[in-house]
Nanobody
Framework: QVQLVESGGGLVQAGGSLKLSCAASGSITNPYAMGWYRQAPGKQRDLVAFITNGGNTVYADSVKGRFAISRDNAKNTVYLQMNSLKPEDTAVYYC??????????????WGQGTQVTVSS
């Protein structure tokens, strides 16, 4: 079984910082990619950032320059450092891991979500 456990969410004032963690465990070997989505009430779930097993990163324009994603391959853990937080960053944040099944196929697993609330 594959499980992703998230931690680090909470309530902060605008301009503050939080660091999210997501640890994957179970029948996995070096996830192809790991990343974060977020979803505010009544809105779509949008990609925040992801990082490949080679360390390449991609960020949404709305968080570029403020957030930083990193990964510890030995621990199968992905992190999201969030700085200069804004009220519009308020959402439930979900981590994911893509596991390679073949040369051209992967399976995506999701964490349970963690609430991030930013007050003005």
């Amino acid at each position: 079984q594959v499980q992703l456990v998230e931690s680090g969410g909470g309530l902060v004032q605008a301009g503050g910082s939080l660091k999210l963690s997501c640890a994957a465990s179970g029948s996995i070997t070096n996830p192809y990619a790991m990343g974060w989505y977020r979803q505010a009430p009544g809105k779509q779930r949008d990609l925040v950032a992801f990082i490949t097993n080679g360390g390449n990163t991609v960020y949404a324009d709305s968080v570029k320059g403020r957030f930083a994603i990193s990964r510890d391959n030995a621990k199968n853990t992905v992190y999201l450092q969030m700085n200069s937080l804004k009220p519009e960053d308020t959402a439930v944040y979900y981590c994911y891991a893509d596991l390679r099944r073949s040369v051209i196929s992967t399976v995506r697993y999701w964490g349970q979500g963690t609430q991030v609330t930013v007050s003005s």
